[in-house]
């Protein structure tokens, strides 16, 4: 068979698994990894629900083939924070109610975590540029607005620049 291996660090920890060249990296993580946190949407690179980190940048990973991220650095919604200890853009979404469904909230907060790597204090405006790639059916992007301003001040208040992962 023509699979190969692909070998990636994924929420730090360094991972491989088999691929086949067509293979994409949304498949790959839930399938391969199980880390079916990354959610699909749509496959036609519409909704952005399967948004993580690729060496820092939101990228759309059923846009992108698994043997493309070889060898790089991915954070998935798994790796941001845990239950006892929020990443401050999940604390955003549990402070301000962010969220209905939840189908598309770990590929929304994966693309504002990008966001504000790039710039760590939006305007209002900004956020809603930001959110322009992914697809929220219930919320209207209100409260997700709301939720990504509770995460900038608490960054802010933490003094600490944002990390990909709570410490
Ligand atoms: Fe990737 Fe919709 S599943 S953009």
Redesign the pocket.
């Known amino acids: 068979d023509n699979k190969m291996k692909v070998t990636m660090t994924v929420n730090g920890r360094e991972r491989s698994a088999d691929a086949e060249p067509r293979t994409l990296l949304?498949h790959f993580l839930r399938e391969q990894l199980g880390l079916t946190g990354t959610h699909?949407?749509?496959?036609?690179?519409?909704?952005?629900?399967?948004t993580v980190l690729v060496d820092g940048q939101a990228v759309?990973?059923?846009?992108t083939l698994a043997v493309q991220a070889d060898g790089s650095e991915i954070t998935t919604v798994e790796g941001l924070g845990t239950a006892d200890n929020l990443h401050p853009i999940q604390q955003g979404f549990w402070e301000e109610h962010g969220l209905q469904c939840g189908y598309c909230t770990s590929g929304v907060m994966m693309d504002m975590v990008g966001l504000l790597k790039e710039n760590p204090n939006p305007t209002e405006e900004e956020i809603r540029q930001g959110l322009e790639g992914v697809i929220c059916r219930c919320t209207g992007y209100q409260f997700i607005v709301k939720a990504v301003q509770r995460a900038v001040e608490i960054i802010k208040e933490s003094g600490q620049p944002i990390s990909e992962k709570q410490v």
Request: charged share 10%; aromatic share 0%; net charge neutral.
């Open positions: 949304v699909i949407g749509c496959d036609t690179t519409q909704c952005g629900n399967c759309k990973s059923c846009t």
